[in-house]
Each structure stands twice: as structure tokens, then as C-alpha cells.
């Protein structure tokens, strides 16, 4: 019998321990009535001083002044007193809500404390799923998918709430598919800018690095093709236009597509423009050479200078170029010379 007494009784929340209440005056009713009992002794003294006696001269203006604190003494201290009484009134009511509100607090966690593990969980059910509601929502928000389908999972696992752990999925896979989406346009219109400037290396190096990033995207499968075409197609087209230009005796036009074009050939390719390559660089040696012997006839040494430059940078090993060279330092002299020349006349 004791042994299942002592059980019962440590079954039991520890009691509570009452507040003491003290009976006395607060500090603030002491100094207000103290406050009170000052402004009426001053009014009636005034009033007394006002109507000449305790030896003191008769004045009205002070008779009038002890009148006016005696009234505001009247009509303040009754109110200051109902409020004084509600006050101690709300205080005496409000100490035991306080006091059955914490024994409630203490009753509660010691019941909790009593159960197992599992019984807890089930009794915190219902704000550990809004809690794991609240957090998918977050990670959603911030585009953190890994981790909210990690979450969506512990939802459905755990707390059993497999149909609301659908729909965060679908709005998840739906969020992903959106945003990923988007990401494959942003760097698919990257690469196109590259075909247009024509920096086929760097775009090969952006498809695969977009191929690498979204590689479950059906709309990346085939970006290094997509390069390669693109290259084809205008390799063909500066062929095209070098065999056109040369036909046509274009031949500044079509140097300078040659030059362009042997950035896309290879030796194999290249032998079948050879014969026509040579045609336009004799053409265009011989052009060169012709304006550079017209710029000198005509002393125009500034023009003649710029030629003779032109000659042996394009053609370096030809005889011509040699004679030029001979020729330049002359010319560069009397081109740097013609202009005070010009002033002197």
C-alpha cells in the first residue's frame, strides 16, 4: 500500500506554490495620496493666507489662486480614487488567472513528458505538418527543388499525407520544368549570338557546356550539329562568292574572301580552288604593283608608301616585294618631306 502511494503521489504534477499576498499599500498609492494630501493642505493655506489671517495681508488674487487648487482637488480626487480601486481590483482578479494558467503550463508538460516517443508524435501531428507544409513552400519559393522533394517525401512517409505530398511534387515538377525551360531559351539564344559572329569555336564550347547542364532536355540533344550546319552552310556561301567574284574580276573583293575562306579549308578541299586562287593572287600582285608604279610616276609618296607596305606584307617572298623594299626607305623620306614641301611653295 505505501509502495502504490508513493507511485501515485510521483504520478502526480508537482503543486504549485501560492503567492504570498501582501495587503499593504503600494509605493504609488502612498506617493499619490501623499500628492493629494499636499495639494489640498496648499489650497486651504492659500485660501486662509488670501483672507488675511495667519498674520498674513489680504489678496484677493491669492484667495482666488487656493479657490482654484480646492476645486481641482474635488474634482480630481474621486476620479484618481475609482481608478486607484479598479487598478488594486484588476490586479487582485488577474494574479489568479495567472497563477491556474501555470499550473495548466505545468500540468501539460508533465502529462507530455510521461508519454513515449510515438504518443508525442502523434499528439504533435498536426503542427509538425504545417511546420514541413510551411518549409516545402519555402523551398519552392526559392527555387530549391532537391531539398522540397526530399520534403515531399518525409510527408508522405512519415506523416502519411501522400495526397498533399502529390500536389507539392506536381507544383514542384511543374516549377522545375518551368524554370529549366527558360534557362534552355537564355542559353540556346547565347549560342545562336555566337553563330552569328561567327565564333564557331566558342559556340562548339557553349553546346557542350548546355548539353552538359540540361541534359534530360530534349531542345539540347543536337547543339553541336546545330553548330557544325551552321558553319557548313556559310563556308559554302564564302565559296560561292570567291568563285563569282574571281569569274568577275573582282579581284580586291575576292582576295579578301580568299583570305576569310582558307580559315574553312582543308588540304583536301582547298586543291580544287588552287588553279583559281593562284589566278586571282597574280591578278591582284599584279594590280598592286601597277598602282604602286602609278603612285611613284605621279609622286605621290604618301599613297606609294602604303602600297609598297601592302605588297610585301600580302606578298613577301615575290621578286616584287624585294624591289620594294629597296624602294621603301626613298619613299618613306620623301613622303615624310612632301608636306613641308607643299608649305615652302
Known sequence: MERAASQSSSSQPPAVPMPVRRNGPTPAAVFGFAAYTFVLVAAIGLILAGAGALGFSAQTEVRVAGYIGLFL????????????????????????RQVEALADAVRLLHDQSALSDDARRVLNRRVERDLLCRAIE???QTENWDAAIVLCNELAGRFG???EAEEFRARIEAGRAEIQDRRVRESIAN??????????????????RVQRLFPESPKVERLRERVTQA???????????????????RIDEAMALLKELDLYLIETEAEEFRE???????????????????????????????????IIAEFPNTRMAAEVRGMMDGILSKANAQPETVEAR
Not at 475609482?82 to 487598478?87: E, S
Not at 563556308?235 to 562568292?241: F, I, N
Open 73 to 96: 482637488f474635488l474634482t480630481t480626487a474621486p476620479l484618481a480614487w475609482m481608478l486607484a480601486v479598479r487598478g488594486r481590483t484588476e490586479a487582485r482578479d488577474r494574479l489568479p
Open 231 to 249: 558553319r557548313n552552310v556559310y563556308k559554302e556561301d564564302l565559296e560561292r562568292r570567291f568563285l563569282d567574284a574571281a569569274n568577275q574580276s
Open 161 to 163: 499525407y501522400r495526397a
Open 138 to 140: 519555402e523551398d519552392i
Open 191 to 208: 549560342l545562336d549570338g555566337l553563330i552569328v559572329q561567327r565564333r564557331w569555336d566558342a559556340a562548339l564550347q557553349e553546346a557542350a
Open 276 to 310: 583559281v586562287a593562284r589566278g586571282v593572287i597574280g591578278k591582284a600582285r599584279e594590280n598592286l604593283g601597277a598602282q604602286f608604279k602609278i603612285a611613284v610616276r605621279d609622286r605621290r609618296w604618301s599613297a606609294a608608301a602604303a602600297l609598297g607596305r601592302r
